[in-house]
Nanobody
């Protein structure tokens, strides 16, 4: 089993920044992918950013240039630096973890990000 603990959500004004963290513990795969999804009220969960075991990075088009994903394998942790936040970024953000073949998936409990003046 893998446990994911997220932190860093909160309330921020438009144009502000937040940094999300997600630490994995338990039975860690030797090679794994990590990423972030989000779900706004009344909407489907969507992939925001992901970094593969090989370092390949993908972003949702609407966050490109504003969000940066990174990982620290020594700490089994993934980060999401979110800059120039917009009200439409408001959602619950979920950490996602999988083995490198994406056969096994684990989710964090979610952290609320609210962008509002």
């Amino acid at each position: 089993q893998v446990q994911l603990v997220e932190s860093g959500g909160g309330l921020v004004q438009p144009g502000g920044s937040l940094r999300l963290s997600c630490a994995a513990s338990g039975t860690i795969f030797s090679s794994y992918n990590m990423g972030w999804y989000r779900q706004a009220p009344g909407k489907q969960r969507e992939a925001v950013a992901a970094v593969s075991s090989g370092g390949l990075i993908n972003y949702l088009d609407s966050v490109k240039g504003r969000f940066t994903i990174s990982r620290d394998d020594a700490k089994n942790t993934v980060y999401l630096q979110m800059n120039s936040l917009k009200p439409e970024d408001t959602a619950v953000y979920y950490c996602h973890y999988s083995d490198y073949l994406a056969r096994y998936h684990y989710w964090g409990q979610g952290t609320q990000v609210t962008v509002s003046s």
